[in-house]
């Protein structure tokens, strides 16, 4: 027995539920980046420690794994443009590596100090921080790079003269592309900084690479958001 023809209507059904999920994926990124920071800091009594990596050596261990772990799955999950002609990482081949960096940042955590020898894989190994901070580091820069380079993309709707956006839908995208590539070089930017702060002894908090992973996850945070159109009643 042959199943009946998908009709025009269950197929933009579909479409919708699809775009739906995409939306709220991308919602769950934006949510999670902006929660990290905070979350840790408020359930470790507001103190603050080295690096977003040290809350691993705190109470906050199952909230900063079981985030990180959060962050890998639903960028595996992710699907985002298809890769163009000539293009050398493709949306699917960049959330997914970001994903499976930010699982292994929580499986090989930072280097702990005396007094956590009791915490799951703990360790004072240089070359394991050394591999934990390259895994960190690059999960970072691949967040920047698709907020400059991947999510910029939705201006070339723009040269589609058959989509017929109005003046208004314009001003946005033009708004949200913009503010794509500022939350992209101020995540590239933190990544400078913590370097500075870890390797030349720039220090100017006392706990530097926290500040700058912090402001690297809320752009990261704000540039999902504002992709899943969650911030669309504020014109974006």
């Known amino acids: 027995?042959?199943?009946?023809?998908?009709?025009?209507?269950?197929?933009?059904?579909?479409t919708s539920r699809l775009n739906?999920?995409?939306?709220?994926?991308?919602?769950?990124?934006?949510?999670?980046?902006?929660?990290?920071?905070?979350?840790?800091?408020?359930?470790?009594?507001?103190?603050?420690?080295?690096?977003i990596s040290h809350y691993y050596y705190t109470s906050m261990i199952v909230?900063?794994?079981?985030?990180?772990?959060?962050?890998?799955?639903?960028?595996m999950a992710y699907r985002g443009f298809?890769?163009?002609?000539?293009?050398?990482?493709?949306?699917?081949?960049?959330?997914?590596?970001?994903?499976g960096l930010a699982i292994l940042v929580a499986i090989i955590p930072t280097s702990g100090e005396i007094g956590s020898e009791g915490v799951p894989n703990f360790?004072?190994?240089?070359?394991?921080?050394?591999?934990?901070?390259?895994?960190?580091?690059?999960?970072?820069?691949?967040?920047?790079?698709?907020?400059?380079?991947?999510?910029?993309k939705e201006?070339?709707?723009?040269?589609?003269?058959?989509?017929n956006f109005t003046q208004a839908e314009v001003n946005r995208i033009v708004k949200r592309v913009n503010l794509y590539r500022i939350c992209g070089v101020l995540i590239w930017l933190s990544v400078a900084y913590i370097a500075l702060a870890k390797y030349v002894g720039f220090n100017l908090t006392g706990a530097d690479t926290f500040w700058g992973e912090t402001v690297a996850l809320i752009c990261f945070g704000i540039a999902w958001l504002v992709k899943s159109k969650a911030l669309s009643k504020v014109g974006l």
Do not use: W
Not at 63 to 74: E, M
């Open 1 to 14: 027995m042959s199943l009946p023809p998908i009709t025009s209507t269950q197929e933009s059904r579909t």
């Open 155 to 163: 201006k070339k709707q723009l040269s589609d003269p058959s989509l």
């Open 82 to 99: 298809p890769t163009e002609e000539n293009e050398m990482m493709s949306d699917n081949l960049i959330t997914n590596l970001a994903g």
């Open 123 to 152: 360790h004072e190994s240089d070359v394991i921080n050394a591999i934990h901070l390259g895994f960190a580091g690059m999960f970072i820069c691949l967040m920047g790079y698709m907020s400059v380079f991947q999510f910029t």
């Open 20 to 51: 739906f999920d995409y939306l709220t994926l991308r919602k769950t990124l934006g949510i999670l980046g902006l929660a990290l920071p905070v979350a840790l800091i408020i359930g470790n009594d507001f103190t603050i420690e080295p690096s």
């Open 63 to 75: 909230v900063f794994t079981g985030i990180l772990f959060a962050f890998g799955l639903v960028l």
